[in-house]
Structure formats: structure tokens, C-alpha cells
């Protein structure tokens, strides 16, 4: 694989791509546009089950659109922030984040520190054991920079022994690319 020609979002479905099975039961904790929701739906097929969340009613409706023109009946909507994931879903065996604001729509909403971590700790109580949580942290402009650093140092601090986390960043990269995190469990 070449990455001259990859971004965040590319590499994260070449990452979910790689380790989602079929049957699997999924979180996609930011539904936005639907695109991540349309791929986790194709990958889990239709014997699996998709979660999709998103605090804003143009989102879900935006996904609700993708999936039905793309025919997929797996997925449950639902309209609340992603940090009450658990009083919806018992066990995932992924959940994916992809941060910031609706593509195309008022950019004043968007994720924001303290819930994002609280998601991600939500996250990591919900996967199974060998599970695995996707994040695309997004920062630039005047949004984000915040969020960045409190997920950084959140994921930095998880007990090195029960998780592995990865973090992929372009560095060379003009302007603020944003960064992939993969965290998983690690199996006894
Ligand atoms: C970058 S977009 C997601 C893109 C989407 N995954 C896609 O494929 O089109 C970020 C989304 O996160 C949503 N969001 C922000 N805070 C949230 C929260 N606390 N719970 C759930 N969704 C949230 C926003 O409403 C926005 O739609």
C-alpha cells in the first residue's frame, strides 16, 4: 500500500475493512452523512447489526437516505449522544468515531472535549475482548484544537497492560491533517 494518495477517512476503512467480520455487531458513534454507517452496514452484512448515533436530526435523516438508496436494513438510528452509547447497545466488537462537525451544515455544532472522552471511555466499557475502537480527530480553524489534546492525553493515560493504542498522523502534511487512533483490548 502507498499512502502518498491516503487521508484519515481512507485509512481508517482500510482498517475496518481489514478486521470486520461478518455477523458482527457495530457502534458508529458519529453518523454525520452516513458514509461511515453505508460501510460498517456492508461489512457486518445483513446476519450483523449497526448502531449509528448522532445528536443532529439532519444527520440521522441524511443517513437514513444513503442507507435506503443503497438498500441496507441493518442499522438503527438513533438520535443522542454517542457518551449514552451503553443505554442502547450491550456489546460491539467495534465503535468508530469520526469527530468534528456535519459536513455541509452548521459548522458551530460539532464534538466537543469532555463528551468526546467520555464517549471514548464509554467506547472501551462496550466492546467485547477482542474489540476494537476507530477515531478520526479532527482540529483546525478555530474548532477541534481542544478536543485534540483531550483525546490525546485520555488515550495516552490508558493502562498501557489492558489497551494498545494507535495513533497515525501525516507530519509532513501542510495545514492540520486529522489523526487516526485505533485502541484495542489486549487479549490475556
Ligand atoms: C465529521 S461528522 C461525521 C461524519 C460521518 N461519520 C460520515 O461518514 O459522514 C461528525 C458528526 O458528529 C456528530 N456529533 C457531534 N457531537 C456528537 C455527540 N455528542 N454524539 C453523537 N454525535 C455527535 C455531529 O452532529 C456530526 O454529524
Redesign the pocket.
Known amino acids: 500500500m502507498t499512502y502518498y494518495d491516503k487521508n484519515t477517512i481512507k485509512l481508517c476503512h482500510c482498517h475496518l475493512t481489514s478486521r470486520i467480520k461478518e455477523g458482527y455487531t457495530v457502534i458508529?458513534?458519529?453518523?454525520?452523512?452516513?458514509?461511515?454507517?453505508l460501510l460498517l452496514s456492508k461489512l457486518v452484512g445483513d446476519r450483523g447489526k449497526v448502531y449509528a448515533?448522532?445528536?443532529?436530526e439532519e444527520?440521522i435523516e441524511s443517513t437514513r437516505q444513503l442507507l435506503e438508496e443503497n438498500g441496507r436494513k441493518n442499522v438503527t438510528l438513533i438520535l443522542?449522544?454517542?457518551?449514552k452509547m451503553r443505554n442502547y447497545v450491550k456489546e460491539a466488537q467495534c465503535v468508530v468515531f469520526?469527530?468534528?462537525?456535519?459536513?455541509g451544515s452548521d459548522h458551530k455544532?460539532?464534538?466537543?472535549a469532555d463528551?468526546?472522552v467520555r464517549?471514548i471511555g464509554e467506547a472501551l466499557e462496550v466492546i467485547s475482548d477482542d474489540g476494537f475502537v476507530c477515531i478520526c480527530s479532527?482540529y483546525g480553524g478555530d474548532t477541534g484544537f481542544e478536543e485534540k489534546e483531550a483525546v490525546m492525553e485520555y488515550l495516552r493515560g490508558l493502562d498501557q497492560m489492558k489497551y494498545t493504542v494507535m495513533m497515525l498522523d501525516f507530519i509532513n502534511r501542510k495545514g492540520c491533517p486529522p489523526i487516526l487512533y485505533v485502541v484495542e483490548k489486549n487479549r490475556k
Open positions: 458508529d458513534a458519529t453518523s454525520g452523512r452516513g458514509r461511515d454507517t448515533f448522532d445528536i443532529q444527520a443522542d449522544s454517542h457518551e469520526n469527530f468534528g462537525y456535519l459536513p455544532i460539532f464534538s466537543h463528551t468526546s464517549a479532527y
